[in-house]
């Protein structure tokens, strides 16, 4: 009697109503999820209130967003998800022991949109009211199994002012701000002055902030520069660079670093434009 008060066979009539017109992939991706969300909900008991609940963030999430933020990407950053989905491609693709750059997340505040910038560029447009500390970024990009520098690369980077916001969240700094799109030279070299990062709170005013304190976590994510590299040929790299001397490397609120890509920004001599610089080489 009772038998099927959770009865598993009704996963598999939900699964089985697909019909024959599905691709393989679809197939495969939703018989999973149907079966590992019927899983979550019978092993919790979830009630239909808790159900409920999780329809409105989800909903919340989608009234936030438009193209200046992208909430639900922001969620799935707080569970983790963008994370591991990074570390899946990242695995697959890596077969060689000298490996390329390792990636990770691309994160809700990339614009597809950045303009090219002249190498030597200074990226901070709209200078932080605290200051800042200026840096000096430079590298080469290199064809990780020849060696080679890669002349005509694309390098485009992306960082927060030191209030914690991205250009686009804030009204005080210029469209573009502390963004740019950079080609190597003929050496495979590009360079720009830019902020050394500084740590900040994922936005926690939505849903994903929501999260985060039922979770009773903080929103802190470590010091970081994003980097897109791209040249013909290659299989694009989107990755983060993180300060070694952040204290939360070992606990960032989107689980992002991975230790290749901790860096150190170093004293540098005669520049009155900064006083720090950090050389960062990238391998496709
Ligand atoms: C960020 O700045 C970010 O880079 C990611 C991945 C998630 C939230 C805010
Ligand atoms: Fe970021």
Not at 53 to 70: E, F, I, P, T
Not at 130 to 154: I, N, Q, S, Y
Request: with cysteine; glycine share 6%; aromatic share 10%.
């Amino acid at each position: 009697m009772a038998t099927h008060r959770f009865d598993p066979k009704f996963t598999d009539n939900v699964i089985n109503a697909m019909g024959p017109k599905t691709s393989p992939r679809m197939r495969q991706l939703m018989a999973g999820l149907i079966r590992h969300v019927h899983d979550f909900a019978r092993e919790n008991e979830l009630t239909v209130d808790e159900w409920m609940a999780g329809v409105k963030m989800l909903n919340w999430a989608g009234q936030m967003s438009d193209d200046k933020r992208n909430e639900g990407q922001l969620v799935c950053d707080v569970i983790g998800l963008e994370s591991l989905v990074d570390e899946i491609t990242f695995t697959l693709a890596e077969e060689a022991k000298d490996a390329p750059t390792a990636t990770a997340i691309l994160g809700p505040f990339f614009r597809a949109d950045t303009p090219y910038r002249e190498n030597g560029a200074d990226i901070v447009v709209t200078k932080p009211k605290d200051g800042g500390e200026m840096a000096f970024m430079h590298g080469r990009v290199f064809d990780f199994e020849t060696k080679k520098p890669l002349v005509g690369a694309d390098v485009e980077v992306w960082q927060a002012s030191t209030n914690g916001l991205y250009e686009q969240q804030d009204p005080e700094q210029v469209e573009f701000n502390l963004r740019g799109k950079f080609k190597t030279d003929a050496e495979g070299r590009y360079y720009f002055y830019c902020l050394r990062p500084t740590p900040y709170p994922v936005p926690d005013d939505g849903p994903a902030g929501k999260l985060l304190s039922l979770m009773d976590r903080h929103p802190f994510r470590p010091a970081h520069i994003h980097i897109i590299a791209t040249k013909e040929g290659y299989r694009p790299l989107t990755t983060q660079i993180f300060d070694r001397k952040d204290k939360y490397l070992d606990n960032d609120s989107v689980f992002a670093v991975k230790d290749s890509l901790v860096v150190d920004f170093v004293p540098r001599k005669d520049d009155p434009k900064a006083a720090l610089e950090l050389e960062y080489d990238v391998k496709l």
